[in-house]
């Protein structure tokens, strides 16, 4: 079992060793300190149910430690009993306005010494229980001291209503022991300190003491009050004095004692009162707080358990959301690689069925017109067939420059539609003009195309794909302007990218849109003109450039396209 623990601050070793021989010869636990600082030392530690301090000490003096025990949550509500050769009453006004709980003589017979020391105790030793009730205190609001009054003598009563009103409390008064029993059982109005008159001839004032220690509960309880008795120092009071503290009064101060000893002695009681519950509610706080800590430690328990089969869910969404992506994508790639197969297959057709009338008009095209030059010369002068000789051959001129014309575009669709998709160097105004020249019918002199190449003319890509990228923003482009308008084409590089920039003068790209025109399927043509894969496509072969595309505002409102590649010289 736990002996309860004093600590006895005194820098006297006699008197330190007379003092713990008594504690210790009564069941205490007892630790010394020889001065002040030490004690705040030990207080640092395990914390004493007790502090005995001696008032002069060397260094800080006795009320300055209990004003340091008072100022720290910790050790605030732990009761002290001051000590004092001194027999002036300023002494203990300052011990007591100071913190201490209890004043006595080190003069005083030892048995008064242990009697306040116990009282003390009593009520402290369950100033931490495991559940105490809520008090009306609970909400931290300031409010007046309860006072209850307990006197047979009508001017008695009325001086002490007078002089503990005056110190701002709020006092009732009452004759008789049943109206003080009342006014206890009054619920939440019951008083934070009892003052009863110990030698009142109506009622008994030790067997008054008893009863309302009855009423104020187990020791610790929040309906706990203090009870403080007012006695005589002739023989007939020393005789009560065990009585009235084994009754359960936490305090006896003589009736004969200054105005200014008996305020500041209830003052003291009431001090400690508060404190003990202000010590009772700050462990119900932490019961509180510990209850909500496992409570939210289950809640999140639970909710971990919830997240972890969300996380599953998630997973599962996430795996089953990139195996549609990649099937999007693949989607994207079918298509595109089944556009320019279809593209191909179309060229070579073209390729086959125009170059063989192509090859044949060209050649008898050239003996057409060797053999106008060979009829020339046979012409006499002035004859009527020489205009008529002269207008066939500027005709088959006409006819040369004309199948040089197809000979071209057959020539541009076939560099268009290369199926090779091997890296190479490639000559990019070649290859931009390529394009432009394809979508002549598209541009028509609507549109008007500048052109402003300032990179190096070659770059290492695959040439069927960035041909491809470039067409498909030139065509949208071409689409968006309603009427007239231009079309800019860029180029630029530094050391290590490779920009192209398409910009158009038509109505731009909406921000809001300016994420989803990559998605595949989505057009915001009419139904119809558009499949809604040719940004999807130039995205992906962009990618495969290991490069980026992006869309913003042209100088002129429009929408200007950025396709970024690397400079890969050894790709």
Known sequence: MNLPLILLVEDSDTQALQMRRLLEAQGFAVTRAASAELALDQLNEALPALVIVDYHLPGMNGDELARQIRLSSRTRAIPVLMLTEAREGDLERQGLESGADAYVPKSADPALLLLRLRALLRRHEAAAPEAPAATPQADGAFRRARLLVVDDSATYRAYLAGLLGRDGHAVQAVDSAELALEAVAAGPSAPDCVVLNAFSHRFDGIALCARLNALRGAPGESTGFQIVALGHEGAAGREMLAGIFEAGADDLIPATAEAKVLSLRIRAALRRKFLQDEDRRAVAERRERELSVRHAQAEAAAAQAKAALAGALARANGELEEANRALRDTQTKLVQSAKMASLG?????????????????????????????????????????????????????????????????????????????????????????????????????????????????????????????????????????????????????????YRISVTDSGPGVPEDLRERIFEPFFTTKPVGAGTGLGLAIAYNVIQAHDGTISVGSGPQGGACFVVTVPMQPGR
């Open 345 to 497: 297959e179309l060229v070579a057709g073209i390729a086959h069925e125009i170059n063989n009338p192509l090859a044949f008009i060209v050649a008898h095209q050239a003996t057409v017109e060797r053999l106008l030059g060979q009829v020339q010369p046979m012409l006499a002068e002035g004859s009527p067939a020489v205009p008529l000789v002269n207008r066939c051959r500027d005709r088959s001129q006409s006819m040369t420059l004309g199948l040089k014309r197809i000979q071209d575009l057959v020539l541009n669709l076939r560099k268009f539609s290369r199926q090779d998709d091997a890296f190479q160097r490639v000559n990019v105004p070649d290859a931009l003009d390529t394009v432009l020249a394809l979508l002549a019918h598209k541009l028509t002199d609507r549109i008007e195309i500048r052109r402003d190449y300032r990179a190096v003319p070659e770059l290492r890509c695959s040439p069927s794909l960035l041909n491809q990228v470039v067409m498909n923003i030139v065509s949208n482009a071409a689409d968006a302007i309603p009427e007239r308008g231009s079309i800019t084409v860029e180029t630029d590089n530094d050391a290590k990218f």
